[in-house]
């Protein structure tokens, strides 16, 4: 069937037209000479703090308006070309259009998702935390194949991760893995990710091989910000100093340097041993426990907000997605539907789909509660 390029591309205009509404393209270039005059201010490494923040808004705010202009491009180009297919009737040259219509699609729906992320700190860089659930070994060794799938897709987008703290399961894979993905809508991006995974196999730790479920937790924080105001007094934190464990290099078991931080008041526990020193350790443990805490805040007034106006339907809980290897190949996410069948890819980190649907989901709900 022939691909009919006019609505094609008429489509993809609306769509980037919506996508500049809510850009705010005009108030993104004020934004853009504003932060260039202060870049520009002789004295604006005085304060070293303040430089970076101003920089590292300038290299964002340019990135965001360049990520509109350069797909305004893509679109006039492809339309170029399937003037010129049509024109001479190259076949060829239609063929490279029909795949390069495809390419943009993708970008465009892309671009409108990330558009849709305007919660209070979808902008933030995050926090995962990968626990191992029910199913022993099993459990273990699934929580290590998330790590690896987040992992994988960080780096499948260039984006920089910084593992905070591993803690080994005795058979194989972990009791639970702390990281840090280093990047601004990391948050926005993988908070759809948290909740319980299930994970359904023939178990390769039994040697009667049986199939088994096991499950494991993924928590997803934004990392705080030094302009956050989350103050911990000294009294209400329990710090434990402990050994490294797992394997590791001159440091590893050497010497009291991994902390454990405990929140009196709540219970939240907070580990970390990645880094060389006690004090890296413990400055590394703060921070995630004061993001912990914000978040914790923030959910607790969004419950008394959602009492106030009452429940209004019941939830799937917290399993939101399935990964079955056996009897059949098949990835299910139970809140949006989106499914493949290629479980390999999903581990090896292409979940941009499933991240995607989790996204326009989250929208969805928010907009039905109101």
Do not use: C
């Not at 260039?36 to 430089?51: G, I, N, R, V």
């Amino acid at each position: 069937m022939a691909v009919d390029f006019e609505t094609e591309i008429k489509n993809l205009r609306t769509t980037m037209g919506s996508v500049r509404e809510v850009t705010d393209v005009p108030a993104l270039e004020a934004q853009i000479a504003d932060l260039e005059q202060q870049a520009a201010a002789p004295d604006l490494w005085d304060d070293p703090d303040k430089a970076q923040g101003v920089t590292s808004a300038l290299s964002r705010a340019n990135a965001e308006l360049e990520r509109v202009h350069s797909m305004d491009a893509r679109i006039d180009d492809l339309e170029a070309l399937v003037e010129l297919g049509q024109e001479e009737g190259d076949a060829e040259t239609l063929t490279e259009a029909e795949v390069e219509l495809a390419k943009i699609t993708t970008a465009v729906g892309q671009l409108e998702v990330r558009t849709l992320l305007s919660g209070e700190y979808d902008e933030r860089e995050a926090v995962v935390t990968i626990r191992a659930g029910a199913g022993g070994v099993d459990a273990a060794d699934f929580a290590e194949m998330l790590m690896r799938m987040y992992l994988r897709w960080a780096e499948r987008h260039g984006y920089p991760t910084k593992v905070m703290d591993t803690s080994y399961a005795e058979e194989a894979g972990l009791k639970s893995a702390t990281f840090e993905v280093n990047v601004p809508y990391a948050y926005g991006n993988l908070s759809v990710e948290g909740g319980t995974h299930r994970l359904v196999r023939i178990s390769p730790f039994d040697n009667q091989g049986r199939r088994q479920t096991s499950f494991a937790a993924v928590e997803v924080i934004p990392l705080i910000e030094g302009t956050d105001s989350i103050e911990i007094p000294d009294n209400e934190l329990k710090i434990d100093v402990f050994r490294s464990s797992g394997p590791g290099g001159q440091s590893v078991n050497t010497t009291d340097s991994a902390v454990r931080m405990t929140h009196i008041p709540t219970g939240i526990v907070v580990s970390m041993q990645n880094e060389k020193s006690q004090i890296q350790n413990r400055a590394a443990a703060l921070r995630v426990m004061q993001s912990r805490l914000l978040l914790q805040k923030k959910a607790e007034e969004a419950a008394e907000r959602k009492e106030l106006a009452g429940d209004v339907k019941a939830s799937w809980g917290d399993q939101m997605r399935s990964y079955v290897l056996n009897p059949y190949q098949m990835v299910k996410d139970l809140r949006t539907e989106h499914e493949t069948g290629n479980p390999s890819a999903v581990f090896d980190g292409d979940i941009d789909g499933f991240i995607e649907a989790g996204i326009r989901w989250r929208i969805e709900q928010a907009k039905s509660e109101d």
